[in-house]
């Protein structure tokens, strides 16, 4: 079974420059998440998706982040215009959406915002 | 708001010894569950072990155990027989019951170095 796919798995941009990330679930799960860990401490969650619908997004900073899953699988997650503070590791993870998951990580992506 | 703390940034083991990882979390839930994840150097987040609220009888999975006090709210990982590849970051984490998943709220890790 394939993991989760998250690409790129590095990136530098300058500051109030704009980037995307992609990631895709493990098949046929139905729950999809973006932590954000800066260096040194756990992941926080930004956004949680449910299929296509959001269920969770109370921690995006919504006036640079945003994040979409259309068709229900794969989702992208952008910032813009990126600030120094956005300088981590984004995680997608994924789960089976019934209730008692586990949740499966992907590698990550680095992001440096310099 | 559910909070997780690890108080031990770092602890070292010697090769082939037991180490304890210390959780401790706050919540006013009843029905949720725990987990320890490992992060090694490469970064990739991996399940060590998974631990129910509901059950009583702690998790076990090969060398790796935990000893959940639900009523204290503490929820350590033992590691018996440490290896190399036991070196990485841990992170205890908390999610609350729901019918489609809910967000992991994790600690702030402790680094493990096995030492050879």
């Known amino acids: 079974e394939a993991g989760v796919a998250q690409s790129p798995r590095y990136k530098i941009i300058e500051k109030r420059q704009s980037v995307a990330f992609w990631c895709n679930p493990i098949?046929?799960?139905?729950?999809l998440y973006w932590y954000q860990q800066i260096l040194g401490q756990g992941p926080k969650l930004l956004i949680q998706?449910?299929?296509?619908?959001?269920?969770?997004d109370s921690q995006l900073p919504k006036d640079r982040f945003s994040a979409e899953r259309l068709k229900g699988v794969d989702s992208t997650l952008k910032i813009q215009p990126a600030k120094l503070e956005d300088s981590a590791v984004y995680l997608c993870?994924?789960?089976?959406?019934?209730?008692?998951?586990?949740?499966?990580f992907g590698p990550g992506t680095r992001l440096l915002v310099l | 708001a559910q909070t997780v703390t690890q108080s031990q940034p770092e602890m070292s083991v010697q090769e082939a010894e037991t180490v304890t990882l210390s959780c401790t979390y706050d919540t006013s839930e009843n029905n949720y569950y725990l987990f320890w994840y490992k992060q090694p150097p490469s970064r990739q987040m991996i399940l060590v072990i998974r631990?129910?609220?509901?059950?009583?009888q702690n998790a076990t999975e090969n060398r790796f155990s935990v000893n959940f006090q639900k009523a204290a709210k503490s929820f350590s990982l033992k590691i018996s027989d440490s290896q190399l590849g036991d070196t990485a970051m841990y992170f205890c984490a908390f999610m609350k019951h729901r019918s489609s998943g809910d967000k992991l709220t994790f600690g702030t890790g402790t680094r493990l170095a096995v030492r050879p």
């Open positions: 998706f449910q299929n296509n619908g959001v269920v969770d």
């Open positions: 993870a994924s789960s089976t959406g019934q209730g008692q998951e586990t949740q499966y």
């Open positions: 098949s046929g799960h139905a729950t």
């Open positions: 631990q129910e609220a509901y059950k009583q």
